[in-house]
């Protein structure tokens, strides 16, 4: 049954690499459901984020940022990000405004056209430009695409965010409510609870690891009353080198890597979390179809 005057809609957030797609996601869910990363390709599922409010639903879907692939993993991430462009009602193409216009957001347009679906141009990070700057900017992309709306805003700041969400709702149609009030995310609590993990491997290694990274979570289970969460994971990587750095210098890296993780996954769960960490190495996972499966990334689910 549809409520009279309640409006839902899907709605893909797309863009390249590195332009602020989960901090925003993360900004109007109001928690952590996607990893933050100042690295590209951070996001390699796409997340499907509920926001809901009296009256509407909006449920957003980050991609991993669409790249040139090099590699199994790439072409995954890639046709996941495409195809969420076919059945939404709308389209936010992020760019950031630090970085300008550049060859991958022309390879993004030309897939845009030709598409019924309509199209917000977001521009964030305007927190990190002078005003100046901006208005040159619109104007780039005005000349290359009919958008039904251009919003400049600051996804980590919150600047224009709730302009945003304002025009997403006066966009949509009138609708069911397709999840739960309370309901922010798609994704089962250990797909998220291995994101954290990944998130705080990237962190720490910065530079030196690169994304060959995986984490696999082996058990999950509360035990003493309900009131501890007992997780076991596996962080998988592609070289002997790699597992060193992960693992550090008397286990140091692996203990910090598992403290901090562990600080997000009780805010998550919210409850007491005891985490234990391996490290693995899968040569060359990324271009194993049958790891890559066994880690997550089916393609018959998108």
């Known amino acids: ?41 951070t996001t390699r599922n796409k997340i499907q984020g509920v926001y809901t409010e009296n009256e509407a639903q909006i449920v957003f879907i980050d991609t991993p940022g669409i790249h040139k692939p090099k590699h199994k993993l790439g072409d995954f991430m890639m046709k996941v990000a495409q195809n969420t462009l076919k059945e939404v009602d709308l389209i936010l193409f992020m ?26 141009l977001v521009i964030n990070k305007i927190d990190e430009i002078h005003p100046d700057e901006l208005f040159p900017l619109i104007e780039t992309y005005q000349n290359l695409y009919p958008f039904e709306q251009i919003i400049p805003i600051s996804a980590l700041q919150g600047n224009n965010v709730e302009t945003l969400l304002n025009q997403i709702k006066e966009l949509l149609p009138e609708g069911p409510q397709y999840y739960p009030a309370d309901q922010v995310t798609d994704h089962p609590e250990r797909f998220i609870v291995a994101e954290l993990i990944r998130e705080k491997a990237l962190h720490l290694t910065r530079e030196e690891i690169p994304h060959s990274i995986a984490v696999v979570i082996d058990s999950m289970q509360r035990r003493e009353n309900g009131n501890t969460v007992y997780v076991g994971a596996t962080i998988i990587v592609e070289r002997d080198s790699q597992k060193g750095i992960i693992i550090g210098k008397q286990g140091k890296m692996l203990k910090e890597i598992g403290q901090r993780a562990r ?40």
Request: aromatic residues 12%.
């Open 1 to 41: 049954m549809i409520k009279e005057g309640f409006k839902s809609g899907f709605v893909s957030i797309i863009g390249r690499p590195n332009v602020g797609k989960s901090t925003f996601l993360n900004r109007v869910i109001g928690q952590k459901i996607a990893i933050m990363s100042d690295k590209p390709q």
């Open 263 to 302: 600080v997000d996954i009780e805010a998550l769960l919210g409850s007491k979390v005891f985490l234990e960490l391996w490290v693995k190495v899968q040569k060359d996972w990324r271009n194993k179809a049958s790891q890559l499966r066994d880690f997550g990334f089916r393609e018959d689910e998108y």
């Open 95 to 120: 760019v950031n405004a630090v970085e300008g216009f550049g060859r991958g957001d022309e390879f993004i347009i030309e897939r845009l056209k030709g598409m019924n679906t309509p199209v917000f």
